[in-house]
């Protein structure tokens, strides 16, 4: 019997039956070590962290500091807590002869300073806090759902691709799969909403869940086109297909290919916004009109699981939208220097390029998350339905004609990339792709530029709140 | 209300502590899924008795009561009482006072900055309940420099009991006019960048244009006051139209509703009242302007008729004997029309005193307004009339 899920795996497994366990047992544990690391190593330190940043990019945005350690430092409350025979002024007095240390005091002193604290701070807390569960809900339910939440967006990673070598697994069908496990968000905050036995909580569930099942058809739509355009559904097929030799292997990527697929990404995006819940589709929270929305009840280390799995959500959408268009692991700036590492190496440098085009998405997501305000649930609605559904049908119609005219002129390529070679996918020469930005780019400014000429003119009041007009 | 089955909808308690209410208000709401069929608003959980307190309390002991009428504005509170007080004095020529002009200047500079941090707590706590925390909190920096003044001053930031009967508690702290016009400029381009960051948003245009939308009758009969009844297109501000203290001596427009949200927007909506607001800061910045320029200089005599800050003798010796009648003193307050009703029976004691506030005669409209909104659009609402709990309740 061999298991395996990859190369990695396979060298973890030698590495442990060479000191001596069984073959069976080394096996399966490289295989848990391959599946758990992304998860435990990426994904939960990630969302940590992420709080962090969310609460400094805020913070800079309001004009303000942000999360801060004041007078009392973490210094003082490590040495509360060890020294909690001696008198108060002792036990002050040791923490400031260990703040006086060389290098150890100036390292507390920045941690102090950046409010890093503020992270432990509030993982202890989350984990100290009593685990609650209002009376008359239903517990079972109640409790179920918070493991849900993690599940749907944990599982997702087990086919997302870190680096050619490193992956759970990399099923031929690895994009309807994520399709799949995704929509389990909806199910969870449906029981969350509907087992706490609170009217506001009921109402956050049920707005998640037609917010979500909407936003899935974009979504869907928005897969399968990229999975057209790749002629494949595996996830590694769908990043080999955007390998592009050279120093300018970002000319690769599907975003650069045609502006139907810039458009595609723009309605992917949108929609993946709404289905981790984010703002402006944070409906199902919205704290000033549903006080928290499902998780209302909710508290502690249970309040502390949707939230990792909002974060892991957010990290998911942010590596699928930098796999479907943005080259996956790849480097912008030339892949052959990378292909040519070690296994391990290679490994370890693409994990650490497809986290940072993530980590770039989630940022981007929190920008959003403090601008703008939230939307109305039937304005949500009518988005998906009216304007980024049709715009995918248009995004699928015209790239199954771009691909059809192009195949004509240039005929299809197979890609080769490391160990993949990808299906046979169109590249487009330089002609078709100019003329594809000529043509759909002309398009769409028209039609911005008659939308703006057939809004009416500003109100000269209007024109002077925005400063363009003096009184 | 047409119910046809009693088990298809839900009643929802919003409040006492609902975010949204921005108080201690409760609204007992009957929705039919995302939908309220009926809304009654459920009020009286901030009230003080602050009216019948009133009448065992000395006329000038009132004034820190008229702070806690409505703690957003509280220059304009004290403004309404020491004006409604000093009407009644001036009914008899024993009792009348000559209050010093520049005190007059003061209290005019003063109510509008007030109006100005009151608007930005208004206007702020709207984008919030948008869903938008950012702007909410450029709003309420801007509130703070404005405090920062007043602090200054009279050594309060929230309940300032600055005004009183015959004048001013003390005269500007040295320097003052300078710090105002800097904040002044400081505001207006903050202003600008508040609007581009979310009036103008379209997200933000969207969720309050058409919502909620008072007819000018019904604004009118249901007795909404300030800027909510000017944004349903009604011109009148008690300022230039029965202007009280100095106000007939400033230059200023008196904005109103005109559908600023455009093609789906309509006159009354909740756009119009945030965008009259908005206007009214700026105007508010006009008349903070001519009231620096026009001020006579402090002469540093406290009852100077010109340049000084209060007659307290003169109040002192009126308030203990002040003619008896009664007065009814309106001032345009940042949430409306405040009026103070105060009976005299000629002993240093007010007979009886009747506060008329906007936020409270708001509350009458509720229930006609909101049946077919949405819970999202009743939130809009709430924040578009402003309201303030305290002076609901008093």
Redesign the interface.
């Known amino acids: 019997m061999t298991i395996s899920v990859g190369p990695v795996s396979d060298s973890i497994a030698s590495w442990f039956s060479l000191r001596g366990l069984p073959l069976a047992l080394s096996e399966i544990l490289a295989v848990l070590v391959v599946c758990v690391l992304p998860v435990v190593g990426i994904v939960f330190p990630i969302a940590g962290v992420a709080q962090y940043f969310e609460r400094k990019i805020?913070a800079s945005?309001?004009?303000?500091k942000g999360p801060m350690v004041g007078a009392v430092g973490i210094v003082d409350l490590v040495a509360d807590m060890l020294l909690f025979w001696l008198p108060r002024w002792k036990r002050r007095a040791a923490a400031r002869r260990v703040e006086r240390l060389p290098v150890l005091g100036a390292l507390l002193r920045q941690v102090r300073q950046w409010g890093l604290g503020s992270m432990a701070a509030d993982g202890v807390k989350m984990f100290l806090k009593e685990d609650m569960v209002p009376g008359g809900a239903d517990r079972f339910l109640f409790r179920g759902s918070t493991y849900l939440a993690l599940t749907g967006a944990f599982l997702a990673f087990a086919v997302f691709p870190f680096s050619q070598w490193y992956h759970m697994g990399d099923p031929p069908v690895a994009a309807l799969y994520l399709g799949a496990v995704t929509g389990l968000v909806a199910v969870s905050i449906l029981e969350a909403g509907w087992s706490s036995n609170n009217?506001?909580s009921y109402?956050g569930g049920?707005?998640a869940v037609a917010m979500i099942v909407s936003y899935e058809t974009p979504i869907a739509l928005a897969i399968a086109i990229v999975c057209m355009w790749s002629g494949t559904m595996s996830l590694q097929g769908i990043i080999a297909a955007q390998y592009h030799p050279g120093w300018f292997s970002f000319a690769g990527w599907n975003l650069f290919q045609s502006p139907l697929l810039t458009l595609l990404a723009g309605v992917y995006y949108i929609a993946a916004l709404a289905e981790c819940n984010r703002?402006?589709f944070?409906?199902s929270e919205?704290?000033?009109?549903?006080?928290g929305g499902f998780h209302t009840e909710y508290s502690g280390l249970r309040w502390g699981l949707f939230f990792i799995a909002e974060y892991g959500d957010m990290l998911l959408v942010g590596g699928i939208f930098a796999t479907l268009f943005l080259g996956g692991f790849q480097s912008p700036i030339g892949e052959q220097w990378i292909v040519s590492l070690p296994p391990f190496a290679e490994a370890v440098v693409h994990t650490l390029i497809a986290v940072a085009k993530a980590l770039a998405s989630v940022g981007f997501m929190m920008w959003i998350r403090?601008?703008?305000?939230?939307?109305?649930?039937?304005?949500v609605m009518k988005l998906a339905w009216t304007k980024l559904v049709p715009l995918a049908l248009f995004c699928l119609f015209g790239l199954a004609l771009t691909q059809l005219v192009a195949a004509q002129r240039v005929g299809v390529v197979q890609v080769v990339y490391g160990r993949y070679l990808s299906a046979p996918v169109v590249r487009l020469d330089l002609f078709s792709w100019f003329s594809s930005w000529v043509l759909v780019g002309g398009a769409i400014g028209i039609v911005v530029w008659m939308a703006k000429r057939a809004?009416?003119a500003q109100?000269p009041?209007?024109r002077?709140?925005?400063?363009k007009e003096s009184? | 209300m047409n119910v046809e089955r009693e088990g298809d909808y839900i009643t929802l308690s919003m409040g006492p502590h609902h975010p949204a209410t921005h108080g201690v208000l409760r609204l007992e709401v009957t929705t039919d899924g995302e939908v309220i069929r009926a809304c009654k608003p459920d009020i009286g959980y901030l009230h003080r008795s602050i009216e019948k307190i009133g009448e065992f309390l000395e006329w000038y002991q009132f004034v820190p009561y008229t702070d806690r009428v409505d703690y957003v504005c509280s220059m304009n509170s004290n403004h309404a009482w020491v004006c409604a007080v000093e009407t009644l004095l001036a009914c008899s020529e024993e009792t009348k006072l000559a209050i010093p002009e520049r005190a007059e200047y003061i209290r005019i500079l003063f109510a509008e900055l007030n109006r100005i941090s009151s608007h930005m707590v208004g206007l702020g706590s709207m984008t919030m309940d948008m869903g938008a925390f950012t702007p909410f909190l450029h709003a309420l920096s801007q509130r703070e420099f404005i405090n920062d003044i007043f602090e200054k001053t009279c050594g309060a930031r929230l309940t300032y009991n600055y005004m009183c009967v015959g004048g001013l508690v003390r005269d500007l702290h040295p320097g003052a006019e300078e710090e105002i016009r800097a904040m002044l400029k400081g505001l207006e381009r903050a202003m600008i960048d508040f609007n581009r960051l979310i009036s103008s948003n379209n997200i933000f245009k969207a969720r309050l244009a058409g919502v909620a939308a008072v007819s000018a009758e019904d604004a009118v009969s249901y007795g909404l006051v300030g800027p909510n009844l000017r944004g349903s297109g009604i011109d009148f501000d008690l300022r230039r139209d029965k202007p009280y203290g100095l106000y007939g001596r400033f230059q200023f427009e008196v904005p109103v509703g005109k559908a600023y949200a455009g093609s789906e927007g309509r006159l009354g909506d909740c756009y119009d009242r945030y965008v009259v607001r908005l206007l009214e800061v700026l105007e508010s910045i006009r008349i903070c302007r001519q009231a620096l320029d026009q001020m006579p200089p402090a002469s540093g005599v406290e009852d100077d008729p010109v340049g000084g800050w209060c007659v307290a003798k003169a109040a002192q010796k009126a308030l203990r004997k002040p003619p008896v009648g009664e007065v009814y003193f309106r001032c345009e307050n940042p949430r409306g029309e405040t009026g103070y009703h105060i009976v005299s029976d000629g002993t240093k004691f007010p007979y009886r005193i009747k506060i008329r506030t906007g936020s409270f005669t708001a509350m009458s409209i509720f229930e006609k307004l909101v049946p077919g909104l949405m819970i999202a659009d009743l939130v809009a609402l709430i924040g578009s009339f402003d309201i303030v709990l305290p002076e609901v309740d008093r």
């Open positions: 805020a945005m309001q004009r303000r009217k506001w109402f049920i707005r703002a402006p944070d409906l919205g704290e000033s009109e549903l006080v403090w601008t703008l305000p939230r939307f109305r649930i039937d304005q809004a009416p109100a009041e209007m002077r709140l925005l400063g009184a």
